[in-house]
């Protein structure tokens, strides 16, 4: 019963729907090369096992962290 943030279940709808309209695969290339801030959010990519930088759009679902 605890509040928390809904941004892995918002990453799980926002990817599907991305997929399910072709605009990426799991093989697409996506960037993160810092920190996007929504509304005072940060959307980072520290946990990426290879950091910043390029990496397919599977790895990128797996590992953003939207905290």
Excluded: I
């Amino acid at each position: 019963q605890g509040l928390y943030p809904p941004g892995s279940t918002f990453k799980v709808v926002t990817a599907a729907a991305l997929l399910e309209a072709g605009v990426v695969t799991p093989q697409t290339v996506v960037s993160c090369l810092a920190p996007y801030v929504v509304e005072g959010f940060a959307v980072r990519c520290d946990n990426v096992p290879q950091g910043t930088g390029t990496y397919p759009f599977g790895d990128a679902f797996a590992y953003f962290d939207d905290g």
